[in-house]
């Protein structure tokens, strides 16, 4: 099986359900989680999904639509709930990165189909023998008062298996959960015996390499709470995974996934690329090897493969979340590499034109991305490399200052961890070397100390925000209430004076949320959630930051609640306030927007699409967006290029009221060049032209001075700039230009300290504007992920 034969393995999945189930095809999403900040990684196929299993898809989505969906899905197992990274090498099986197969039904069809379904593609289109087969079920949990599910077993005895071949497990191997909250439910999977004709189920679920599970059909009935509870989700839909790579393991008829056409290229390749590798053949049949030489193999090719399908899909090794665990991805590959296999710097960046071919069977901007990626692993390789020299400099002064201890102090170590990144197991070899032991019990407490810091700060995140859940969004729905008309939002205009006009929105309090359920009224002091019929707050979405201002009742004109926050769940526009007076469903209300926080932001929304335009101008087409963030005192843009000239030398520039923005309702925004006359084809000016739910300037005069004040890299082919416009804009240019006319110009000695003084004292505000902007980047990126486009294609590379 060559790379065609493995394309027309998933092309067989794909069509079964399509051509004979009715199943929709959806792509692939990136590996990158789009606005779920549970998850470091896609970790399934259902992640995608998980607002339809929830009920908050948004009902004018096209997403709101699916009904029976199949698909292929990158996904990474590393860090968070699902994490394989310390299993993988150790087995032939696990794998950070692998490529998921999966069909769905929601609200449409339940277990019989599904299992229905799986046997006939598994024993009729593959050709799998029925006597290699066992499958598991869910057998029940007293504790949280689960019944067995007797169901599923009488589903496979009427298709026809075995009895003896239809196994109960607990919770731990037959209840999926995606995370610590979020949907789940009990589950049913097709086990396959690598070696065949034999009664081997007591190997089932036992970490066996001879007998493992090949899919799961997950049946979702609950969500998971933060309280640990289980509760009912709205509707029963079907979940089910398979791994491309263990099916292909089947199919080649090989008891380990590194022995298949998946990874024995990467093998072949590892021997030319690095001079000192072990010459053999197939490097990974065997499990357990004490020269780790097999196991080095498997660690290489699985992380080589994640690495280069996460940097493609714009997660880099970095030092926090998801970048902190590619890191770490990263760093074991380089140890085994170098200390295993004895390879050079840059051997492994050069493995990964083997995995863009084995990936990609057609040119897609995984291959166009190739050399980038190369030069992000081979720099981060560099890095590591000389953090590990570092890092040794440090424990050598350290035991030489340890003064007869015999124990090597846990706060250096936590040191070296957290700031160097270095290895806490090569830390532990490295000290026992010296006869020295680790102290374990002050690294463990430093460990639990900031554990427990961050589980504080996401506690804080989470309570910052009231949310609607499966329990809540179900019964507004039951009691017919609309979804929140937000179309006002875009209803401002332009005064005769120039001015910006924001009318107040008139709206009728519809629901209120206090905890986790409606409630008719609040009383004063109460934290709660309002939904209006309609709304002119914006939400926070397309990087753009969400609407600040206060409504009042009719009733009483002259009292103010505050919006705090404003969330868009499922159709509804949550706004966020602590009631000043009482509240009660049916009020009628007056909303009322800070217009300065609004038209500050538009400001910044527009400009950035300009720099936009204005970067491909002057850097060409290969310019690609990698993330944005605007916000009412600055704009941040993330972009990479192909070939990056850095930025030009004249980073200030002067915005003229040149043309408008012409919000269309498919929310095309265009400057330089009304949507109409683009419809028409007279489209010569220069024009940016942009789909965007933002909000937006109408003359971009109101712009003024735009300067660049920080341009760096985040990452390998990756710049940040971060940007100001208006007053802040002004003062900072003030400070550039003043700089050059008191070094070149001729003016008396007072006048030029006096002057210079004044500057000092401008320059020195300017600074510290600057350095909280990117401080507040900085924040701001740890916790918004940038956007992230994929492409049409089913799997998208």
């Known amino acids: 099986m060559d790379t065609t034969e493995l394309d027309a393995a998933r092309r067989m999945f794909i069509e079964f359900f399509k051509e004979r189930h009715g199943h929709r095809v959806v792509p692939s999403a990136p590996v990158r989680p789009r606005g779920d900040p549970s998850l470091l990684f896609v970790n399934a196929g259902m992640n995608q999904f998980k607002p339809i299993f929830l009920g908050t898809v948004d009902p004018r989505s096209e997403m709101a639509r699916y009904r029976r969906v199949v698909n292929s899905q990158k996904c990474v197992r590393a860090g968070g709930k699902h994490n394989d ?150 509707q029963h839909s079907v979940d089910t995974g398979m791994g491309l790579e263990r099916l292909v393991a089947v199919l080649q008829g090989k008891r380990s996934n590194y022995d298949t056409d998946l990874f024995t290229p990467l093998f072949s390749a590892i021997q030319q690329v690095f001079p000192h590798a072990v010459n053999r053949k197939i490097a990974c049949s065997k499990v357990a090897d004490k020269s780790k030489v097999d196991m080095a193999y498997r660690v290489i090719a699985d992380h080589i493969r994640a690495l280069t399908v996460c940097i493609a899909d714009g997660v880099y090794p970095g030092m926090s979340g998801a970048q902190l665990v590619l890191r770490h991805i990263l760093r074991r590959a380089v140890r085994f590499s170098t200390e295993v296999l004895k390879s050079t710097p840059g051997s492994l960046s050069k493995l990964v034109p083997t995995v863009v071919h084995i990936l990609v069977s057609r040119p897609t901007s995984l291959r166009d991305r190739h050399l980038s990626i190369m030069d992000i692993i081979n720099d981060n390789e560099a890095q590591f490399l000389s953090s590990l020299k570092q890092g040794r400099r440090v424990i050598d002064r350290t035991l030489q200052n340890m003064n007869g201890s015999t124990v090597f102090p846990g706060s250096v170590a936590w040191s070296l961890h957290c700031h160097l990144g270095f290895p806490l197991d090569l830390l532990r070899l490295m000290v026992e070397e010296k006869g020295v032991a680790m102290d374990t019990e002050a690294l463990d407490r430093l460990a639990l100390e900031n554990k427990k810091v961050r589980a504080q700060t996401q506690a804080s995140e989470h309570d910052s925000c009231v949310d ?258 208006g007053a802040q804009a002004k003062e900072v240019s003030i400070v550039l230009c003043c700089i050059p006319f008191l070094e070149n110009t001729a003016i008396p000695q007072w006048q030029r300290r006096e002057l210079s003084n004044q500057l000092k004292s401008l320059q020195r505000s300017s600074n510290t504007m600057i350095r909280k902007l990117e401080i507040a980047e900085v924040q701001c990126h740890h916790n918004r992920p940038p956007h992230s486009n994929d492409s049409s294609s089913v799997m998208s590379f």
Request: glycine share 10%.
């Open 85 to 234: 990274l310390d299993d993988v090498g150790r087995d032939v099986y696990h794998h950070t990165f692998f490529e998921m197969l999966g069909n769905w039904s929601f609200g449409d069809y339940f277990k019989e189909e599904a299992c229905a379904m799986a046997w006939q593609l598994l024993t009729g289109s593959y050709g799998i023998p029925r006597d290699r087969l066992y499958v598991s079920y869910f057998g029940g949990d007293r504790t949280l008062g689960l019944e067995a599910d007797e169901e599923t077993r009488e589903i496979w005895l009427n298709i026809g298996v075995q009895p003896n071949r239809i196994l109960p497990f607990g919770m731990k191997d037959n209840f999926w959960e995606m995370g610590e909250t979020g949907p789940c439910g009990p589950c049913t999977e097709i086990h396959y015996d690598h070696v065949g004709g034999r009664d081997v189920a007591h190997l089932v679920n036992s970490d066996s390499s001879d007998v493992v599970e090949i899919w799961n059909l997950v049946f979702m009935q609950y969500s998971r709470e933060a309280d640990g509870s289980l509760r009912a989700l709205h």
């Open 468 to 725: 609607l859940d499966v329990k809540v969004l179900p019964e507004l729905q039951g009691l017919g209430i609309t979804y929140t008309n937000d179309l006002p939002k875009y209803q401002y205009s332009l005064g005769q004076d120039g001015r910006y006009v924001f009318l107040p929105c008139h709206a009728t309090i519809q629901a209120l949320i206090c905890g986790q359920g409606l409630v008719p009224e609040v009383e004063k002091g109460q934290r709660c959630g309002v939904i209006f019929d309609k709304t002119c707050f914006y939400t926070e979405q397309g990087g753009q930051d969400h609407d600040q201002g206060y409504f009042t009742q009719e009733i009483l004109p002259d009292v103010l609640f505050p919006v705090e926050q404003v969330h868009l769940v499922g159709g509804y526009v949550v706004h966020q306030v602590t009631a000043t007076e009482r509240l009660k469903r049916g009020d009628q209300v007056q909303l009322f927007l800070d217009e300065g926080q609004r038209l500050a932001c538009m400001v910044k929304h527009t400009a950035t699409h300009i720099l936009n335009h204005c970067l491909r101008q002057l850097l060409g087409d290969g310019v690609e967006q990698r993330g944005s963030h605007v916000s009412a005192d600055h704009l941040r843009f993330d972009f990479s290029v192909k070939v990056h000239q850095g930025m030009p030398d004249n980073s200030k520039i002067k915005f003229q009221s040149f043309s408008h923005v012409y919000p269309d309702p498919a929310r095309v925004v265009s400057v330089g060049v009304p949507i109409a006359d683009l419809l028409k084809g007279h489209n010569n000016k220069p024009a940016s032209v942009e789909l965007c739910c933002g909000t937006h300037l109408l003359m971009t005069g109101e712009i003024q001075d735009f300067v660049v004040v920080s341009e760096r890299q985040i990452a390998k082919g990756v710049s940040r700039i971060v940007a100001v416009t």
